[in-house]
């Protein structure tokens, strides 16, 4: 029965887009980590709070989906048509009052050719965001380095956006190029740019005691950084990534308007891909207030840094970090705060002063309280449970399979009717015993072990999808009866017959011994 089951949780998207995380656990014993929503289909990015509620973005989609005291409403507030390729989709969201901001890469049809990068203007009626109002439009040449991240402080609305492949003055090259890249734009109110030199980021915030700009941009095969942005601030890409070799090197800078580069504030020499940056103003977690926190989408770790006084950089007592610089095969505990919680897409503080953070990977919300809290309000205080598989390929080299086959899914799967009809059903039965076998996994790694062998096999053949041309629900349903049917040759028809075979050759043993 278990390796069928395995097969449907496979066939039909049971999967992580990245490497999936173990049970979230943070380093401070006074807090807790629980599931504020589950299983959030089509890779949540970006969330919001508007009052109570929350408006979360999936990314596959096209939908803004409503969270309403901690379930997630059945009916999109939102459904936009958008490119979903690479890092396009739905990317940012962003609210004042009862105005909300959502960024996406808009197409004619869903999942069809992307036409551009739009930020749109919705009002809030309770239910549905409604009367929207385009604001700025940006370039989506590439599917990558869209960045999308949006925030606001003082009334102010911002954005950043990626190179989208672009080489030219915004990227410090003496040469024209496409504007509105590598940039941090004001959006509403519209105004000139705030930063260039931006590679790609997907976190920008502001400190709410100084007023001042962060954010975190992604390096390429080296130097991730966080960065305190000043007005007129340049990044420095692509002549710069992470601190700058000397004096001479940023004297170099090709000089657009009055940009000033200046170093990052940390560094990662080996990328971690981060991602979120907010801060913590809240009565119920005072002890975070002179710190800053940033979630990435390689490890699945959430950081803390702890400000110097003026709070215009950190403070570190590793020697290995006093030079700002996480290099490799370093310690990074002092500012690991917690983990496993996947590919981190966003943090933000509720008007509860709780912690809440968005994982792309688990199609989840997590939120950090006081245990205190947790036990009051009688709500489960752990993070446990999940996918089966997901678990059992943690961190191995199943990863990269796993990955491709969620792809596949979103991709392709999620397209058809029948294929998106029959998840719903097949979801709610899964996870009724799939959360408990997870936690057996954690418990026990020898049980772990076994799973892992028990479905590679499985991978393995699941992966001739990825050749597959699947435009149709006919072909979708072919290809799925299909592989179920080769998977269940392997596990059942194959062992039979080799049971049957092994049974007959002690048998005939047996009657040749017989006077």
């Not at 005291?69 to 958008?82: E, N, R, T, W, Y």
């Not at 509403?188 to 930063?195: I, K, R, V």
């Not at 710069?240 to 090197?249: D, F, H, L």
């Not at 997901?390 to 979103?410: K, N, W």
Request: one cysteine or more; proline letters at 5%.
């Amino acid at each position: 029965m278990l390796p069928l089951l395995f097969i449907l949780c496979l066939s039909l998207g049971m999967l992580p887009v990245f490497a999936q995380s173990d049970e979230p656990a943070i380093n401070d014993d006074s807090l807790a980590v629980e599931v504020y929503v589950g299983e959030i289909p089509n890779n949540p990015t970006t969330m919001t709070f508007i009052g109570d509620d929350v408006l979360v973005l999936q990314r596959y989609d096209g939908q803004v989906r409503l969270v309403r005291d901690g379930v997630l409403q059945d009916k999109p507030v939102l459904d936009a048509s958008i490119a979903k390729d690479g890092e396009r989709g739905m990317l940012g969201i962003t609210s004042i009052g009862n105005t909300v901001y959502v960024y996406f890469t808009a197409a004619d049809t869903d999942g069809g050719k992307a036409i551009e990068n739009r930020i749109y203007k919705y009002e809030w009626d309770g239910n549905n965001l409604i009367n929207p109002v385009l604001i700025k439009t940006l370039p989506s040449d590439n599917y990558y380095h869209n960045g999308g991240a949006m925030t606001n402080f003082d009334g102010q609305v911002y954005a950043v956006i990626g190179d989208n492949g672009n080489y030219g003055r915004l990227q410090n090259r003496a040469t024209e190029w496409k504007n509105d890249t590598s940039v941090i734009l004001r959006i509403d109110p519209p105004g000139q740019y705030y930063a260039m030199g931006v590679r790609n980021s997907f976190g920008i915030t502001f400190d709410p005691n100084t007023g001042s700009m962060w954010d975190t941009e992604n390096g390429d095969d080296e130097y991730d950084e966080i960065n305190l942005v000043p007005e007129n601030f340049n990044s420095g890409w692509i002549e710069i990534m992470g601190p700058a070799k000397n004096q001479e090197q940023v004297d170099a800078l090709p000089k657009y308007g009055n940009f000033v580069y200046s170093d990052p504030e940390f560094t990662w020499q080996k990328p971690v891909a981060p991602t979120a940056i907010s801060f913590v103003k809240s009565d119920k977690l005072k002890d975070y207030e002179d710190s800053v926190f940033v979630g990435d989408c390689n490890t699945g770790n959430l950081y803390r840094f702890s400000f110097n006084s003026d709070r215009t950089g950190f403070v570190f007592e590793s020697p290995e970090l006093s030079d700002k610089v996480h290099n490799v095969d370093e310690s990074m505990d002092e500012i690991l705060f917690g983990t496993g919680f996947g590919c981190v897409t966003d943090i933000e503080v509720g008007p509860d002063g709780l912690v809440y953070i968005v994982s792309l990977s688990e199609g989840k919300i997590f939120r950090i309280l006081p245990k205190a809290v947790a036990e009051e309000s009688g709500q489960k205080s752990d993070a446990g449970g999940g996918c089966l598989i997901a678990t059992a390929t943690y961190g191995t080299e199943l990863s990269t399979h796993v990955q491709m086959l969620r792809e596949i899914r979103d991709g392709v799967l999620f397209n058809t009717g029948s294929g998106t009809t029959f998840m719903a059903g097949f979801n709610q039965f899964y996870y009724s015993f799939s959360p408990t076998i997870a936690d057996w996994e954690r418990q026990s790694p020898a049980f772990r072990e076994i799973v892992k062998v028990a479905i590679f096999p499985m991978l393995s053949t699941l992966s001739i999808l990825n050749y597959a041309d699947i435009d149709s629900e006919q072909e979708m349903l072919g290809y799925g009866i299909g592989v179920i049917l080769l998977n269940s040759a392997m596990y059942f028809v194959m062992p039979m017959f080799a049971i049957v075979k092994i049974r007959q050759h002690f048998s005939k043993k047996s009657n040749s011994k017989q006077p």
